[in-house]
C-alpha cells in the first residue's frame, strides 16, 4: 500500500484531473452543438442536384473548412477523455463512428475523385443523417460529464510477495542494482517539482527501473511497476495542467515499489536457491559510516512523502523539509537512534504539510519543531537548516 501522504497527494492530482475532463467534455458539447446549423447548410449544398455537385470555388472552400473543423473536433467522448474515463456506453462511439463514415463520405464527394452518379447518389442520402447525429453525439459529450471520470491507478499495488529470478541473475548484484536506482530517484522528486528536472529524466529513471525488474522469472513483476507508474505514460494529456507535479507522484509510487521489491530480495533469492544477501544499505555522514536496511528505509519513507509535498503545490515547504533532512543526514555530532528519530520527525512534519490547514494538528506540529529545534542546539549543519528554514516551518502550524 502506497503511503498515506502520497495518496493525498494523488488524490489532489486526480480531483484537479476530474473537474478539467468535465470542463472539457461540457465545453465539446457546446463546441459540436453550434456547429450543427453549418453541418445542415454543407449537407444542402449536397443534396441540391442528385447524383452531381459541382461548387464553386468559395463554396468548396467553405465546405473544406468544416470538414477540417470535423476531423478536429470530432472525436469520440471515450477516447477524447482518456484515460480518464471509466465508462462510455456503447451507443456513443456507435454514433460517433457514424457520424465518422458521414464526414468520410462528405470528403469523398468533395475530393471529386468519385464519379460514379450512384455512388454519389449513396453518399448523399448517408449524409442527410449528419445534422441528428451530431446532436446526438453532443448530448452524449454532455452526458460523459456526468459519469464516473477518474484515473484506474490501484495505490496498493505492490510487487509479488513470492518470485523467482531468471537462471544466471545473482540476487546480490540485482539488490545493489536496485538500490542504485533507489538512491537515483529520491532527489528526482523535488527536481521534478522545481523543474530542475526534466519529465524525460523520470520516464528514463523508469525504463531502467523496468529493465532491471526483468531480471525476475515472472513478467508480471514488471509489469506491475509499470502499471503503479502508469500516470508517467499521459503527461501530454490535454487534461494535465501540472505534468511535473503528476509525474513527481508517479517516481514516487515507484521507489516505493522497488523499496518493497528491495525489502523482499532476500526471500527472492532463497526461492532462487541462492545464498542469503542482506538488505542493508550503507552511508556516509561526514566520514561516518552508518549501516542497516530499516535506516535506509527510514530515509526512503522521508524522501517519498517530501516529493508528495512537492506535488502538493508547496514547493518552500517542501525545500525546507529537504534541507532539514539533508542537515540531519550530514551532521556528524548526531547519533543513529537521534538521526532515525530526527527523519521521522520530518517524515511527520511532511505528512501534516499534505494535509489541509484546517486538518493539521497544531500541538503535534509545534512538538515536533521544537524537537527538531532543541537538536539543532547541538549540531552546527542542522542549528544552520533551522536558520535559515524555520520560519518555513513555523508557517505549518494552522
Known sequence: MASESLCDAWTEIERSIRDRVRSGLEAQAESIRVSVPHMEAAVRSFREVPGSWNPGPEQRGYVAQFLEWCRVNLIRPHH???????????????DA?????????????LSGHERDPAKVVHYQQRLSDLPQLMHLVSREYAAAAARDIGWDLDPALGPLRHAVLRE????????????????????????????????????????????????????????????????????????????????????????????????GMPDYAAASGQPEISTGTTF???????????????????????????????????????????????????????RTELLDNVTYLSEEAVKDPSERRAGVLRTIIGGIQAAAASGSALQQAMTTWGGVLGALVP
Not at 463512428?97 to 464527394?109: F, S, T
Not at 528514463?204 to 522469472?217: C, K, N, P, S, V
Request: aromatic share 8%.
Open 284 to 338: 556516509n555522514f561526514n566520514n561516518s559510516t552508518v549501516n542497516g536496511g530499516q535506516f535506509a528505509q527510514t530515509i526512503h519513507n522521508t524522501d517519498t512523502v517530501i516529493a508528495a509535498v512537492a506535488a502538493s503545490g508547496q514547493a518552500q515547504t517542501a525545500q525546507a523539509l529537504k534541507a532539514v533532512e539533508e542537515a540531519v543526514l550530514a551532521d556528524a555530532h548526531l547519533d543513529e537512534a537521534t
Open 80 to 94: 477524447f477523455a482518456s484515460p480518464f474515463m471509466r465508462s462510455a456506453p456503447a451507443a456513443s462511439d456507435r
Open 97 to 109: 463512428m457514424l457520424l465518422e463514415q458521414g464526414v468520410q463520405a462528405m470528403e469523398q464527394v
Open 168 to 263: 544466471g541473475v545473482s540476487a546480490r548484484v540485482l539488490a545493489e542494482d536496485l538500490r542504485a536506482l533507489d538512491e537515483r530517484a529520491r532527489p528526482l522528486g523535488n527536481r521534478l517539482w522545481t523543474r530542475a528536472a526534466g519529465l524525460a529524466e523520470a520516464k528514463a529513471w523508469r525504463t531502467d527501473a523496468w529493465e532491471q525488474l526483468q531480471h525476475f522469472g515472472d513478467r508480471e513483476m514488471g509489469e506491475r511497476f509499470l502499471e503503479s507508474t502508469g500516470p508517467l505514460d499521459h503527461l501530454d494529456n490535454r487534461f494535465i495542467d501540472n505534468p511535473y507535479a503528476v509525474a513527481c507522484v508517479a517516481v514516487g509510487f515507484g521507489t516505493e515499489f522497488l523499496g518493497k521489491v528491495i525489502q
